[in-house]
């Protein structure tokens, strides 16, 4: 095959396709879709253009980082093991233990953690794991709310699975519909991802949704992906875990197939938003000690390790809760200040976890464009992060999806300018 035509900046245009063709399957990104949306628009002048786009948070991540990366800075001409440090390990198992109110003991950090430069390119190398060639005889599928984190869909195609999109509306309270799953899809799922606190809705699964998930994972023979990097950020309690959950049916069913208290069950967690260190590139996922081993082994061959000094600064921030406590309140003036402008318009609720507003506008995309043609406000419509059911409306397309990454001020001057140019 020759590639005869393509542009990178464009996002990429293929008139014949070179090597893998199920990268086709996928659209742009979603934040190249909306660089293009947007690209023919000039904001009015004499506006400072508001970007409330990425989930990148804008705070000052703590010092701890920067005196710690400098202090070991004799790292960084070593390359470091996959499995990261013992020291890491064993902040993340603490931290894990103490945040969950986990049994002692219970998680076993050596076999159960390890290290990621940042969730994403985890969440994505999953599926690599997970997905077999079949299941049940059938082309796999692996299963993901709708919206959703565009990488669990890049992964499901790219490592060819159906990618299964279920609705999470405001009639579902924002998290898939867990006895809406057929036996017959259970019976071909590889992989599910749930993500909770929600990006972007903001909705946290109760304790039950969590050990009905864990059930079908463990009846079906699924792995069970739950993407909690939003865990820290919480309004008025901090949502309950995947691993909290799964210690307590372990303790009250007896262990799960010879004591294994974390089958099927994998969690994953960042700094990027905890510790507003999106560009350290720090996450780590814990659980199933059987995937976490296969994982280690896959990554061996496709990843890097986490840089030493960057695992020595990771280690310092998972052992300090300070400076996270300070996000919260940070996020929480920006709540308040939204709610302050939007007074209950295009449906607005606070939700449990995340720094994101949902906002029901009409037309996500119309709205888009104006807000950012005639307020510099850059919002994200809600359908780049969605898809359509066949028959079925695209839960995204009537909102925006608004990210309080900016301080509280900015955050109510792109309120009110959201309701004087939406009404
Ligand atoms: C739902 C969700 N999961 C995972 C990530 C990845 O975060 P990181 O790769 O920075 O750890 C993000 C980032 O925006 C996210 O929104």
Not at 246 to 272: E, I
Request: aromatic share 10%; charged share 20%.
């Amino acid at each position: 095959m020759v590639l005869t035509d393509f542009s990178v900046n464009s996002g990429a245009v293929f008139t014949e396709a070179i090597g893998n063709d199920r990268l086709d399957l996928l659209t742009d990104y979603p934040f190249t879709r909306l660089a293009n949306l947007l690209a023919p628009i000039t904001p009015r002048a004499n506006v400072s253009p508001i970007l409330l786009t990425v989930g990148e948070p804008q705070h000052t991540p703590p010092a701890i980082l920067e005196e710690t990366l400098r202090a070991t800075a004799s790292g960084w001409n070593k390359y470091p093991p996959v499995g990261g440090t013992p020291e890491f390990r064993a902040a993340v198992g603490d931290w894990l233990t103490r945040r969950y109110d986990l049994p002692a003991g219970l998680l076993h950090a050596d076999s159960s953690v390890l290290p990621l430069s940042g969730t994403r390119e985890a969440l994505f190398m999953l599926a690599l794991l997970a997905v077999p060639t079949q299941k049940a005889g059938r082309q796999p599928a692996v299963l993901m709310p709708n919206p959703f984190y565009a990488p669990y869909e890049g992964a499901a195609v790219m490592a060819g699975a159906e990618p299964v999109f279920l609705s999470a509306t405001r009639e579902t309270g924002f998290l898939p519909d867990l006895d809406a799953l057929t036996p017959e899809l259970l019976e071909r799922t590889a992989l599910f991802y749930l993500c909770t606190p929600a990006n972007p809705q903001g909705a946290a699964a109760t304790p039950a949704y969590l050990a009905k998930a864990i059930g079908l994972a463990r009846q079906y023979g699924f792995v069970l992906a739950v993407d909690e990097c939003y865990a820290e950020i919480w309004l008025d309690a901090p949502p309950v875990g995947a691993l909290q959950v799964a210690a307590g049916l372990h303790k009250t069913n007896g262990p799960h197939a010879d004591g294994k208290p974390w089958a099927n069950l994998l969690v994953f967690h960042s700094l990027s938003k905890r510790s507003s260190a999106a560009g350290l590139r720090s996450g780590f996922v814990a659980g199933d000690p059987a995937l976490i081993g296969r994982f280690s082994r896959l990554r061996s061959y496709g990843c890097a390790g986490m840089p030493l000094p960057v695992l020595a600064a990771s280690t310092a921030l998972w052992r300090d809760e300070a400076h996270v406590e300070d996000n919260r309140v940070a996020y929480r003036a920006k709540f308040a200040a939204a709610e302050a402008e939007l007074g209950g318009r295009y449906g607005y609720y606070r939700p449990a976890g995340g720094f994101f507003l949902w906002l029901e506008v009409g037309n996500g995309e119309e709205a888009a464009k104006r807000l950012w043609a005639e307020g510099a406000v850059r919002v994200l419509p809600g359908a780049y992060l969605s898809r359509n059911n066949p028959g079925e409306p695209n839960p995204g397309d009537a909102f925006i999806r608004v990210a309080l990454v900016q301080d509280a001020d900015t955050v109510a001057q792109a309120c009110a300018s959201i309701v004087r140019i939406l009404g």
